[in-house]
């Protein structure tokens, strides 16, 4: 399995500021998934991150809106930059569980952009 | 590029079974994915199809035909905290071993 921890759980933005996600993972993993589920509507892949390399970025998803780190094998980061009201999802941080083919996912962070 | 289909709404009795259905069409494929999601929470894992056949855990299975781009999620002894979505998601084999989801099913569970 796979204990996944994710900063903030919830927040309320402004339009025009960023917000960096944080995703703790508790064991050590090859690549991190970012998803985004806007209201009522399914999971939506953002990027791949592996450490230390550049993110995979999905079609429709870019790196100046979406940057992310990828500092070790255990963190990542997301940032929402230049936020609107259409960037309001709940972010989740995904991962696989050691040596099982699970994708779990952390609680989410819920943003709203007002 | 990946297309993933599912209904988008049902509604069930407690205590009946219910078969949400899933299919797909995919560039690739390596495995099958069903998860169940509460409003307002994450998304938790319920069963993998890599194989064709059926999957059987608990009150859960899952059947995959690869042929047919099928897949069916089968819940038995329906309880009330089984309303919640399901969400069908396929994995492909480039390697990059993101899983794409479908658009969930939102089953509603009647007294």
């Known amino acids: 399995s796979a204990v996944i921890s994710q900063k903030p759980s919830r927040d309320i933005c402004q339009r025009g500021t960023s917000l960096t996600i944080q995703c703790q993972v508790d064991s050590q993993v090859t690549m991190m998934f970012w998803y985004r589920q806007q209201p009522g509507q399914s999971l939506t892949l953002i990027a791949t991150a592996n450490q230390g390399s550049e993110a995979t970025y999905e079609s429709g998803f870019v790196i100046d809106k979406f940057p992310i780190s990828r500092p070790n094998l255990t963190f990542s980061t997301l940032t929402v930059s230049n936020m609107s009201p259409e960037d309001s999802s709940i972010y989740l941080c995904s991962v696989y569980g050691t040596g099982s083919g699970e994708l779990f996912f952390g609680e989410g962070s819920r943003l709203t952009v007002l | 590029g990946q297309n993933i289909d599912q209904p988008t709404e049902m509604t069930a009795t407690e205590g009946a079974i219910v078969q949400i259905n899933c299919t797909y069409q995919t560039s690739g494929f390596n495995g099958l994915f069903w998860y169940q999601q509460h409003a307002g929470e994450a998304p938790t894992f319920l069963s993998y199809?890599?194989?064709?056949g059926l999957e059987e855990k608990g009150r859960f299975s899952s059947f995959l035909s690869r042929s047919k781009g099928y897949s069916y999620l089968l819940l038995k002894e329906l309880q009330m905290k089984d309303s919640a979505s399901y969400l069908c998601a396929v994995r492909d084999d480039t390697g990059r071993r993101a899983l794409t989801f479908g658009s969930g099913t939102r089953l509603q569970v009647q007294p």
């Open positions: 199809n890599v194989l064709d």
